[in-house]
């Protein structure tokens, strides 16, 4: 099964599927005046207006927070089908309303003196969006060497007078030396063989020291990073070794640092910060340099329930753990969250064309199921297949008409590429409208590690990613990759030994 190319509006005339996805362009112009393909303007080109209108000025296109689900433009069947016939299926629908609510709760979040939010970019790195995280006056945490030069590139500053980059990580990889030693960025260590790199190489820089505190939470078991089974990290009872290693090294410990799990409930949020702040009290007084202590990330968000986030007692806990810290160390001492699915989650819609429906049949060896085969997969939107996520489902043609349990699966050579199975890689079947040929199907809440887990398995290029703006302006912000992207870095290059 190949990927539409977008030329035709709906499968039910499309045959046979065009070989090669391409990205129709707007009416000719001046090849001096036209826009870079990953920063189109869509807003232009044979479009009826009225596709358009009323989303122009709404400035209510989603939810606020993790409310119940507000009709979005992922669920208007005609903007989707304009978007799609311009850049093909399947395709990434970013709302920037929803991201900027997103970002405004997690200042409000941090709004008293001394508490600082920073964005996990692994989230969702593009460059649209960390403009958007910097204009709002947050910072970053960076997990590899090129994470750092894509925030800098961005316009975050390098250097530790602030640290707006923080470079969190468990091993050094070969380009760790640009942004640490050139760049000024601050190293946030999580092993101790990282003070030896640093040593060798001639730093004498602060550091941040990452803790395994020997607890923590996720929404599955590969999402929890803290405790025995946790790489993350130093293990708390090494923390002291870890400190005189670095103070050897002649450098000096200016942030702790714990990440105890992603997805937790609010309860157990809650409780885990209260429980970091306690531990982090007892540590402070041992490090004479210290001015931060960061709490990590994990804000919670309900796939299935779309729970309100509590901001008014988070917010007070973060504010009573600053007084802790600072009372404890002495002096003041800046605390900071690093969310980064509560950021971009809801923002964010995959977008997929149905090419069939079919059935099996029970037998010995269990129940058939009817699946809605779509043009995206686990190399779009890989969650489901590794950890069994859920993600809710629509069929914006098919509103309103009787549902029947489907299952919906993508075109790879996998028996996975099922996006409605559970954590058991079993079969979870959902009550949807049967969709036809060609009908739009949704996979919502697909903001975080969903572009920036997607892959190019099956030698499939990545999907583009739209990004519609308030006044219902369109632009690409990532085009679709061609069989030029994917090889692009292979070579013949002789090795000199």
């Not at 997805?263 to 531990?279: D, F, H, K, S, Y």
């Not at 806990?317 to 810290?325: E, G, Q, V």
Request: with cysteine; aromatic share 6%.
């Amino acid at each position: 099964m190949e990927r539409s190319d977008g030329e035709d509006s709906h499968l039910r005339s499309l045959t046979p599927i065009p070989r090669a996805p391409r990205v129709p362009r707007a009416p000719k112009r001046s090849e001096h005046s036209r826009k870079p393909q990953s920063q189109q303007d869509l807003s232009t080109g044979p479009y009826p207006a009225r596709a358009f209108a009323k989303w122009r000025g709404s400035g209510m296109l989603l939810r606020s927070m993790n409310a119940s689900p507000a009709p979005s433009a992922a669920a208007d069947p005609a903007l989707l089908e304009t978007i799609a016939r311009r850049v093909g299926t399947p395709f990434w629908l970013i709302e920037a309303g929803e991201l900027r609510r997103r970002i405004a709760d997690v200042r409000r979040l941090t709004a008293s003196e001394g508490l600082q939010a920073r964005y996990a970019m692994k989230a969702n790195p593009a460059s649209r969006i960390l403009h958007e995280i910097r204009a709002a006056g947050l910072w970053i945490d960076a997990v590899s060497a090129y994470e750092c030069q894509r925030a800098r590139r961005a316009g975050f500053a390098g250097g530790h007078r602030p640290p707006e980059i923080l470079y969190t990580a468990d091993v050094f990889r070969g380009d760790w030396q640009e942004p640490v030693l050139e760049e000024g960025i601050l190293p946030n260590l999580g092993s101790p063989g990282m003070v030896r790199d640093l040593d060798e190489a001639g730093y004498r820089g602060p550091v941040a020291l990452r803790v395994n505190v020997g607890f923590g939470h996720g929404h599955v078991n590969a999402c929890d990073t803290g405790g025995p089974s946790s790489k993350h990290g130093i293990w708390w009872e090494d923390i002291a070794s870890a400190a005189q290693a670095v103070q050897a090294a002649g450098c000096r410990v200016t942030m702790l640092h714990a990440h105890v799990g992603s997805g937790p409930q609010q309860q157990e949020l809650r409780a885990n910060l209260e429980r970091l702040a306690g531990v982090f009290s007892t540590l402070a007084p041992h490090f004479p340099h210290l001015d931060a202590v960061s709490l990590g990330g994990g804000l919670p968000y309900n796939y299935r329930r779309h729970e309100p986030l509590e901001i008014d007692a988070l917010h007070a806990i973060l504010a009573a753990a600053r007084s802790t810290l600072s009372q404890a160390a002495g002096r003041p001492i800046r605390v900071e969250i690093e969310p980064g699915r509560y950021y971009v989650v809801s923002s964010t819609t995959l977008v997929a064309r149905v090419h069939d429906v079919k059935s099996t049949r029970s037998n010995e060896k269990g129940s058939g199921a009817t699946f809605a085969m779509v043009d995206a997969g686990f190399t779009d939107l890989v969650r489901p297949a590794m950890y069994g996520s859920h993600h809710r489902i629509s069929i914006p043609a098919r509103t309103g008409s009787p549902e029947e349990p489907l299952c919906v699966a993508g075109p790879l050579c996998e028996s996975g590429d099922v996006f409605t199975r559970g954590a058991d890689e079993m079969l979870e079947p959902r009550l949807l409208p049967r969709p036809h040929r060609g009908d739009l199907l949704c996979l919502h809440d697909a903001g975080a590690y969903g572009y920036a887990m997607s892959s190019h398995y099956n030698s499939l290029g990545r999907a583009p990613q739209v990004w519609l703006e308030e006044d219902g302006s369109l632009s690409l912000i990532s085009r679709r990759e061609t069989l030029d992207d994917l090889l692009r870095a292979e070579c013949a290059e002789p090795l000199a030994l």
